[in-house]
C-alpha cells in the first residue's frame, strides 16, 4: 500500500516488531472477503514488481488512511507518489498525540 509503513512480522536478522500481530489482525478483519478497490498513483508497481496501489473497501473507506489514523502503520513518503502525503502526515499526527497503536510503545 501506498503511504505508509506497518511493523514487520519478521526480517532478515530481525525479530517481530512492536505491535506487527496487530497492526496484520486488524488488516486482515478489515478487508477479508470484503469487496476493494485500488487507486494508483503516478507509479503502478515498484521496483520488486510488487503492485502500488491505495486500497478502499466498499469504494468509500480509505485503508491507507485508517492503518495510519488507528496507529496500525506510520507514514511514509516515497515520491513520486505523494498524492495523499499530507493527509497521511496529519492522520499520523493525531494517531501519535492520542498514543495509540504504535505510538503507545514506551
Not at 515498484?46 to 496501489?53: E, M, Q, S, V
Not at 480509505?62 to 516515497?78: D, H, P, S, T
Request: charged share 30%.
Amino acid at each position: 500500500m501506498i503511504g505508509l509503513n506497518t511493523p514487520e512480522l519478521k526480517g532478515r536478522n530481525q525479530e517481530k516488531e512492536f505491535y506487527a500481530e496487530e497492526a496484520k489482525k486488524f488488516l486482515a478483519d478489515l478487508i477479508y472477503q470484503k469487496e476493494i478497490r485500488l487507486e494508483f498513483d503516478v507509479e503502478h508497481k515498484d521496483k520488486y514488481g510488487r503492485t502500488l496501489a491505495y486500497v478502499y473497501v466498499f469504494d468509500t473507506l480509505f485503508v491507507n488512511e485508517l492503518l495510519i489514523a488507528k496507529g496500525y502503520a506510520q507514514k511514509m513518503r516515497i515520491p513520486p507518489n505523494t498524492k495523499y502525503a499530507s493527509q497521511f502526515a496529519a492522520r499520523e499526527q493525531m494517531a501519535k498525540a492520542r498514543k495509540i497503536g504504535i505510538w503507545q510503545k514506551p
